[in-house]
């Protein structure tokens, strides 16, 4: 059974930093890209970026270029969201899911995690 | 303000055939692949169809997609009460570099 499951979740001050993580089982993450999407409280879903399966390519939502970095440890079966200066508009659950895989036809958001909240608040 | 324009409600009585459409550009869904997803209250979304018209393992063939050339639309046939849920559309957009998603379309099951 595929499951992807992020954590690292939790309250932090404009400003300040937080580091989410998303993990695999069920399928090695290593022959996958991710997705990173967000939800912020009664509002739609926000692509906010994605890693390929090598890490070779990476692409950014303007809204967080700049501020977040993705990364991916496949040694420890693992994709990161690094938050910095985090703003109050940046408040929202946060969802890691799967790109394409690594050569092969792919249903890209097939798998999604449970989500992750993010409150950003003073 | 959406990349990708959909309607913000949308509603049918059981049986009935529901139709939610989504406006985007060149850059996007008239030259990328579209996505519709639905979202249950509380839930993860959930992809219902990919690549235009693909449905995936398990999703009931009462869900179509198609597309023309900036527009895609998402039918739903025989309405059923389960169906009540939030739907969304997007696309790889070639000019900016990112997904975009379509704002959501409420459907109700009336």
């Known amino acids: 059974q595929v499951q992807l499951a992020e954590s690292g979740g939790g309250v932090v001050q404009p400003g300040r930093s937080l580091r989410l993580s998303c993990a695999a089982s069920?399928?090695?993450?290593?022959?996958?890209?991710i997705h990173w999407v967000r939800q912020a409280p009664g509002k739609g879903l926000e692509w906010v970026a994605g890693i390929s399966f090598d890490g070779g390519d990476i692409y950014y939502a303007d809204s967080v270029k700049g501020r977040f970095t993705i990364s991916r440890d496949n040694s420890k079966n693992t994709v990161s969201l690094e938050m910095n200066s985090l703003r109050i508009e940046d408040t929202a659950v946060y969802y890691c899911?799967?790109?394409?895989?690594?050569?092969?036809?792919?249903?890209?958001?097939?798998?999604w995690g449970q989500g992750a909240l993010v409150s950003v608040s003073s | 303000q959406s990349v990708l324009t959909q309607p913000p409600s949308a509603s049918g009585t059981p049986g009935q055939w529901v139709s939610i459409s989504c406006s985007g550009s060149t850059s996007n869904i008239g030259s990328m692949y579209v996505y519709w997803f639905q979202q249950l209250p509380g839930t993860a979304p959930k992809v219902v169809i990919y690549?235009?018209?693909q449905r995936p393992s398990g999703v009931p063939d009462r869900f179509s997609g198609s597309k023309s050339g900036t527009s895609a639309s998402l039918a739903i046939s025989g309405l059923r009460s389960e169906d009540e849920a939030d739907y969304y559309c997007?696309?790889?957009?070639?000019?900016?570099?990112?997904?975009?998603f379509g704002g959501g379309t409420k459907v109700t099951v009336l």
């Open positions: 690549n235009n018209n």
């Open positions: 069920g399928f090695t993450l290593s022959n996958y890209g």
């Open positions: 997007a696309a790889w957009d070639g000019s900016l570099n990112s997904w975009v």
């Open positions: 899911a799967n790109a394409a895989q690594r050569g092969m036809a792919t249903i890209e958001f097939e798998y």
